[in-house]
């Protein structure tokens, strides 16, 4: 093989490496989107604030955050 061969051959798999890695991305990241957007409107709906867990990213919303209930009461008691 020439050397000219050898380099678009190894181009062209780098490249459809990267639009394969790219495309998966896209799909996870309007997953995570979606599940994010619908944990928030669900928490809110509850009257709370959807917050942060820590630093780090699961790729979960459901374990990345929490919603936190604002201005709720105790009921009952004495």
Known sequence: MTRFT???T?????????????TSGVEGHNRYTA?????????????GVLTPNGNATSGRPEIDYACRI?????????
Request: contains cysteine; glycine residues 16%.
């Open 35 to 47: 599940e994010l957007d619908r944990l928030t409107a669900d928490c809110r709906a509850r009257g």
């Open 70 to 78: 604002t201005g709720a009461t105790r009921l009952g008691g004495s």
């Open 10 to 22: 190894v181009l062209l798999l780098v490249g459809l490496t990267l639009a394969g890695c790219a």
């Open 6 to 8: 050898v380099s678009a």
